[in-house]
């Protein structure tokens, strides 16, 4: 069976860090992009990041960009994000999901992640 | 930044068609695709490379795109099918974007 399992969630005070992970079984983790998507209490969906196959291509929304780090272990079919410098608006549950043709097939249930002091 | 703008809501009766917009410069130049989120669970790809359905999809699902706006039509709509429904496409191949999102309810 194919899935991501998401992990690393919690409350954090503002200004502090949280690493997530997200676990994948049942398909060739090496062979796909993958991205983290977030979705605030309420909201709607925001893409945050994407990592190519490799790890040469990285990308991030504007939001994040320069506080969130994204990285992957194809040895350990594993891929992580990590949150510093973190704020009230990055409270969102955090899936991750791999990207084929262009769009996002196979998502995780999703990582609660809540930044308040 | 690049922006899709959908409705917010729109209401169907059982067995009606219903049609969800997704607004966005060009975005008929781009492969937009569409996503399913019923509450509390993970969203799901209905429709991608504008008009192809995933295996699972029930063929009640279907979609365009051209010029500025791409189209997702449920027919034959069914009380399973109330969610939220998001598009979404890439800005210059390096950052995903994602609709506004529309609350189909069906009545």
């Known amino acids: 069976e194919v899935q991501l399992v998401e992990s690393g969630g919690g409350l954090v005070k503002p200004g502090g860090s949280l690493r997530l992970s997200c676990a994948a079984s049942?398909?060739?983790?090496?062979?796909?992009?993958m991205n983290w998507v977030r979705q605030a209490p309420g909201k709607g969906l925001e893409w945050v990041s994407s990592?190519?196959?490799?790890?040469?291509?990285?990308y991030y929304a504007d939001s994040v960009k320069g506080r969130f780090t994204v990285s992957r272990d194809n040895a350990k079919n594993s891929l992580f994000l990590q949150m510093n410098s973190l704020r009230a608006e990055d409270t969102a549950v955090y899936y991750c999901?791999?990207?084929?043709?262009?769009?996002?097939?196979?998502w995780g249930q999703g990582t609660m992640v809540t930044v308040s002091s | 930044s690049y922006e899709l703008t959908q409705p917010p809501s729109v209401s169907v009766s059982p067995g009606q068609t219903v049609s969800i917009t997704c607004s966005g410069d060009?975005?008929?130049?781009?492969?937009a695709c569409w996503y399913q989120q019923k509450p509390g669970q993970s969203p799901v790809v209905v429709i991608y490379?504008?008009?192809k359905r995933p295996s699972g999809i029930p063929e009640r699902f279907s979609g365009s795109n051209s010029g500025n706006t791409a189209t997702l039509t449920i027919s034959g709509t069914q009380a399973m099918d109330e969610a939220d429904y998001y598009c979404?496409?890439?800005?210059?191949?390096?950052?995903?974007?994602f609709g506004t999102g529309t609350s189909v309810t069906v009545l």
């Open positions: 999901a791999s990207q084929w043709l262009a769009s996002f097939d196979v």
């Open positions: 049942g398909f060739t983790f090496g062979s796909y992009t």
């Open positions: 990592i190519s196959r490799s790890s040469s291509y990285i």
């Open positions: 060009k975005l008929g130049d781009k492969y």
């Open positions: 490379q504008d008009t």
């Open positions: 979404q496409a890439w800005d210059t191949n390096t950052a995903g974007v």
